[in-house]
Structure formats: structure tokens, C-alpha cells
């Protein structure tokens, strides 16, 4: 039976584990931030939803399926999806089958600038969590 004290040491190593957690997080995100701002001009959200468009499966990423991929609230979403379209990095597509749906595809300039910013994106998480 667990004591008092066995409790309050397991309830201290989880907090701990969190805050490792937490720690690397906002360390390797701020160094990714900061870098992709320096190189590319965008930020982390902005390459996220980049990189997650280019993996996409088909030619277009439903803009529903972004907001089930990422923790961005779906209005975030909308916002950084704003940015890069008038940045001409993605084009928005109405879904002819059904018009509340929404495609994203990336540009060619999407495409060149994510390649690019892939390279960085991938080093930064080798540097910071590998």
C-alpha cells in the first residue's frame, strides 16, 4: 500500500517528467521559430501547415483533415492558411462535390520554399531531440 510519501514522490517525478517535456518543447520550437524567421521568413506554424499539406497523400490537403493533424485551434488554421496564400506559398480550392470543403495545394513557390525549409526543419529536430 502506497504511503503519504510514495505519493508525493510519484506526484513529484511526474511533474518533473512534464516539465522535461515542456522544457524540450519550447527549446527545439524556438530554436525551429527562430531560424525558419531568419532563413525562409516564415514561422514554425506557417512551415507546419506547409509540411503538412506536402505530405499529403493526394494532390490536395482537405483543409478539414489540417485542423485534425495539428494541435492549431481550426481558426488558427484559417489564419496561417490566410497568410500563406496571400504570400502565394498555397492556393485554396473549392470542392466541387461538396462547397463547404476546402483543398489546399502547395504552389510552386510553397513547394520550393518547403523543400528548403524541410532541410533546416529536419536538422533543427536531429540538433534538439536526436
Known amino acids: 500500500m502506497a504511503t503519504t510519501r510514495d505519493r508525493q514522490l510519484q506526484d513529484r517525478q511526474l511533474v518533473e517528467q512534464?516539465?522535461?517535456i515542456q522544457n524540450s518543447y519550447f527549446r527545439?520550437?524556438?530554436a525551429i521559430d527562430r531560424a525558419l524567421e531568419a532563413k525562409f521568413d516564415i514561422g514554425?506554424?506557417?512551415f507546419e501547415i506547409l509540411d503538412l499539406v506536402a505530405e499529403s497523400e493526394e494532390s490536395a490537403c482537405r483543409m478539414k483533415a489540417l485542423?485534425?493533424?495539428t494541435p492549431m485551434t481550426q481558426s488558427a488554421v484559417s489564419k496561417v492558411v490566410d497568410r500563406l496564400e496571400k504570400a502565394g506559398?498555397?492556393?485554396r480550392e473549392t470542392c466541387v462535390d461538396d462547397r463547404r470543403s476546402l483543398f489546399l495545394?502547395?504552389?510552386e513557390a510553397?513547394?520550393?520554399l518547403h523543400a528548403n525549409a524541410a532541410v533546416e526543419h529536419r536538422a533543427l529536430l536531429k540538433e534538439n531531440l536526436g
Do not use: C, P, Q
Request: charged share 30%; hydrophobic share 30%.
Open 18 to 20: 512534464w516539465r522535461s
Open 28 to 30: 527545439t520550437a524556438g
Open 44 to 46: 514554425l506554424n506557417e
Open 67 to 69: 485542423g485534425e493533424r
Open 89 to 91: 506559398l498555397v492556393s
Open 105 to 107: 495545394e502547395l504552389t
Open 110 to 112: 510553397g513547394r520550393t
